[in-house]
Structure formats: C-alpha cells, structure tokens
C-alpha cells in the first residue's frame, strides 16, 4: 500500500515548506496529498504555489484559495488578500482556480473543513468558553454519506487524529506554515499548536489499519517571522515565533 503525506494549510510561508519537503524526502512517500488554503499570506505565496503544484499528487482548495477568485469589495480585503493578488503569476491562479473542493483517491476523502464547508471545523467545536473537540455524533453528522474509511482535513492548524466508533478514521495533519492565529467566528478564540515547527503527517495501511505519523519539524522561523513584520504582520510574526495566539491580536 502506498505511503501518504499529508500536507495542509501552507500559506505561503517557503522556509517552512522547503523543510517539510526535504524532511519527506528522507521517508519513501510513495504521494503527497494537499489540504489547502496553499497561498493566503504576506510570505512566499508564488514559490509556495509553484512548489506544491509540482509536487502534490492531490490538492484540493481551501477557503483563502477561494476567496482569491471571488469578488471582493476593496474595502474588504486585508493585507494579505493584497499581497497574494499581486505576487500570484498566470500559472500559479491558474493551478489554484482548477483545484476541487474535495476529493477521492483510494480509500481517503480528502476535504479542507469539512466534506460541506470549508469554513467548518470538523473536529473543533467553538464555544464562547474555548475551543474544544467535537463529540463523536456531531462527528458522525458532518461526514454523513462519507464511506472512505480514512478522511484527511485542515483549517484548523492543529494536528489531530481521531477514531470513530464505526471504524472511520479522521486525521488532521496541522498546519505546514502557521502554527497559531485568532479567529472571530462563531466566537473569537484562537488557535495554537503551542510551538512554531511546521507540521505534516504520514498515513498508510497495513493489516492492522491505518497507521498515522505526525511529525513537528524545525526550520528558520525567525526569519519567517522577520518577513511578515516586515511586510505589514506583526500578529503573524507572533504566531510564527511561539506558535502561540492571543485574542485582542
């Protein structure tokens, strides 16, 4: 059976990619799988578009690939909705415009949230107290008529897996480039991988199921860091530093 990596939530950060990649390349996976939401920052987005579009053999978008080709009112779009536009070549929106929202390979659904929405959590649920993990049917409800017997996801930025009582496997591989951020829907929270490594994972079956490997991965963050504060960033220059957040950033 093939070896998969689980790639998610690059967002344009280089340095962290180009670590993922060269750490993968020590593991004989056999396909790359990409989660989405590839580009979305003040980093590296073109690189980060033109390595992934040669490397994943699956990438499907997420919600801030979306949102790259939908029509945004100027007094909406952010910073690093402008800097995205303007650092994306022909060939790189071309790539992101063509991807699915989900997809099928073997016996793995592939979805950014959730099968429905990416804008979903599918394993988190938000309440005004905190962030915690969704109850098994709540589970069972969103990924209602999925058959695969492994389901991959992101959005989230946190590393997860989770086992169903009917045998269904879901993993989340956390996220490649941003391990924390805040959010203010449906409640303002945050989320936060509690170090800056850039995550990834490797899934493959054997006799006893699926096997899964998460792996936390160090590279030059600071310098990550450096390039979003200096382009306009400092909450993410945080994020990227300590893999911490804060509500009022």
Not at 178 to 206: C, F, K, L, T, W
Request: charged share 15%.
């Amino acid at each position: 059976m093939p070896r998969w990596a689980l790639l998610a939530d690059v967002h344009g950060n280089r340095l962290a990619l180009a670590a993922v990649l060269t750490d993968l390349g020590q593991r004989k996976v056999d396909q790359i799988i990409n989660l989405g939401d590839s580009v979305y920052s003040v980093l590296q987005p073109r690189w980060c578009a033109e390595q992934l579009a040669q490397v994943a053999n699956i990438s499907i978008s997420g919600n801030q690939d979306r949102i790259l080709f939908e029509d945004v009112a100027p007094e909406q779009q952010n910073l690093s909705y402008r800097f995205v536009q303007a650092d994306l070549g022909p060939n790189e929106r071309n790539w992101l415009a063509n991807q699915p929202a989900t997809a099928i390979v073997d016996d793995i659904f592939c979805c950014h949230g959730t099968p429905s929405s990416d804008t979903t959590y599918l394993l988190e649920h938000v309440t005004p107290h905190g962030v915690l993990l969704h109850s098994e049917k709540a589970i069972c409800v969103a990924i209602q008529g999925i058959s695969q017997s492994l389901i991959v996801c992101g959005h989230s930025h946190i590393a997860r897996t989770v086992q169903l009582s009917n045998g269904q496997l879901i993993v989340n591989p956390g996220s490649v480039g941003i391990p924390a951020y805040n959010d203010d829907q449906p409640y303002p929270h945050i989320m936060e991988a509690g170090s800056p490594h850039a995550r990834y994972a490797i899934v493959e079956r054997n006799a006893q199921g699926w096997q899964v490997e998460h792996y936390a991965i160090g590279y030059a963050w600071q310098q990550a860091a450096a390039t979003a504060q200096r382009n306009g960033r400092e909450n993410l220059a945080r994020w990227l530093q300590t893999g911490r957040a804060q509500l009022d950033d």
